[in-house]
């Protein structure tokens, strides 16, 4: 089996070095079949191998590990056309081995963006650009119990084919051995809030102005820093955070020596074929301590008008947006609950069939920032947010992913989420406010968002 892969690959790699003319160079895709194997196992073992990136889907059996990067598409820019062009010039000189017929197999770009690139960037996140795509050089995908092992190189005219083919197997070799122990999770030492009292006042002046017709939404966030007890292992974090989180979506992005990561329970478009579903979430309850507190509390946040019309401000703009690209779309008169560990939430779906000729960047662009992490209208809440919010969201709030050669992907909203530098991390967490919301009530509401991040960082 393994005899017939690598005369497949190094044809395919001496074919493509053979009909490179110029100084250009070329992808080589290829994708085969491996044994079950840990995720995160993988995910420890490539630890020396470059940058990672994870992602576990919510509700299907589905898991992408990158490793490495053999092409990055980077941009400061703040529209998609540059990411958008870059990624299907390189699809179309890509050479691409790939017998799967299943979305997120064979070459995928897994990536993320700044919430809003026109806020200053501080040196918090002076790791992320304002788009920034990987392509990596091995990626391991579990899908519905199979498990697609994908590595992609770059070779130029003056590659041998034989030495590359070496040099693959032995990060592959490296990649599948099991690893030998577990590396131990951190604990926090310290944590400082950001300017809670601030905070709070901003967001009467967020209600000042809601109240004066300025706007009608505006989603306010805030940061908590951690002290821990050591450099974190981002695999240990993931370990937690996909045990504990199974509603959600988990995700990491690692740039040098920073991760961002987190476990989010807000898709914002997932593309299957012509079939785009994307999620309404906004409003939100804490868990009852028993199941008859749970379901009062469930039933209230279905019945509170606040929260009921917080979420319905997400609701039109989605519908709005997707009749630019959409036909069909299904979305139900009422919302409906979704329970997470510390929390729930109303949350709406949206089922429509992409018109042909658009892409996930189409639809990204469009929908993000929704007013789940801008505001209504969308430029008045930036611009307030922009002024008055003393922080940097950097990739908190915005769309992070992967798409696939085949026009398939999914994004998720970044909430819930962190950046962790060593021994340190900041946590970041927002709410909807609307003209009846309270700075404490709001202020409460954060907090019952950070547990997710807080606690598998040991912080509670
Ligand atoms: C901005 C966040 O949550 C959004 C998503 C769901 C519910 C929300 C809310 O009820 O305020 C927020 O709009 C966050 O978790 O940081
Ligand atoms: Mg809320």
Redesign the pocket.
């Known amino acids: 089996m393994l005899k017939v892969k690598e005369d497949i690959l190094e044809s395919m790699l001496e074919k493509a070095i053979h009909n490179i003319q110029t100084d250009e160079t070329k992808l080589v895709s290829y994708t085969k079949k491996i044994n079950e194997i840990n995720p995160l196992y993988f995910f420890e073992a490539a630890e020396k191998l470059g940058n990672r990136t994870y992602w576990r889907s919510s509700i299907d059996d589905f898991c992408i590990i990158g490793v490495g990067s053999t092409l990055e598409i980077a941009t400061e820019q703040s529209d998609m056309n540059y990411t958008e062009n870059r990624w299907q010039t390189v699809l179309e000189e890509a050479i691409i081995h790939n017998p799967y017929n299943v979305p997120g197999t064979g070459v995928i770009a897994l990536g993320g963006m700044a919430f809003d690139p026109k806020k200053e960037k501080t040196e918090l996140w002076s790791n992320y650009k304002a788009s920034q795509f990987t392509i990596p050089e091995f990626t391991l995908a579990k899908i519905e119990g199979n498990y697609y092992l994908t590595t992609i190189t770059r070779v130029n005219r003056n590659d041998h084919a034989k030495q590359l083919l070496t040099q693959l197997n032995a990060k592959e070799q490296q990649l599948l051995s099991p690893v030998e122990s577990f590396p131990e999770n951190v604990h926090v030492i310290s944590q400082e809030e950001i300017q809670p009292e601030s905070w709070k006042k901003t967001v009467k002046k967020a209600t000042d102005e809601i109240n004066k017709h300025e706007t009608e939404k505006i989603v306010l966030a805030r940061e908590i820093r951690l002290h821990l007890s050591k450099e974190a292992s981002i695999t240990a974090v993931l370990r937690e955070l996909v045990e504990t989180q199974p509603n959600s979506y988990v995700f990491a992005f690692e740039q040098e020596k920073d991760c961002f990561i987190g476990a989010t329970p807000e898709r914002l478009v997932k593309i299957e074929g012509n079939q785009l579903l994307s999620t309404c979430l ?3 309850a804490p868990r009852g301590k028993s199941l008859e507190e749970d379901e009062k509390f469930k039933y209230t946040l279905l019945h509170d008008q606040k ?1 009921r019309e ?1 979420h319905d401000f997400v609701v039109q703009m989605i519908k709005q947006a997707m009749e630019n690209y959409c036909e069909n779309i299904v979305i139900p008169k009422d919302p409906d609950i979704l329970s997470l560990s510390n929390l729930q939430h109303l949350y709406t779906p949206v089922r429509a069939t992409l018109r042909e000729g658009y892409s996930i960047f189409n639809v990204i662009e469009k929908l993000h920032p929704t007013p789940a992490l801008g505001g209504t209208p969308r430029e008045k809440s930036l611009a307030f947010i922009r002024h008055y919010e003393h922080m940097d969201r950097g990739w908190y709030g915005a769309p992070v992913g992967w798409l696939d050669s085949n026009a398939n992907g999914e994004f998720a909203v970044a909430i819930r989420s962190g950046l962790i530098r060593g021994d340190k991390a900041s946590l970041f967490a927002g ?2 406010i609307v003209r009846d919301s309270d700075p404490e009530a709001e202020y409460a ?1 954060t907090n019952i968002k950070f547990l997710p991040m807080l606690s598998v960082l040991g912080g509670v």
């Open positions: 906004a409003g939100t929260n917080e709410c909807g509401e």
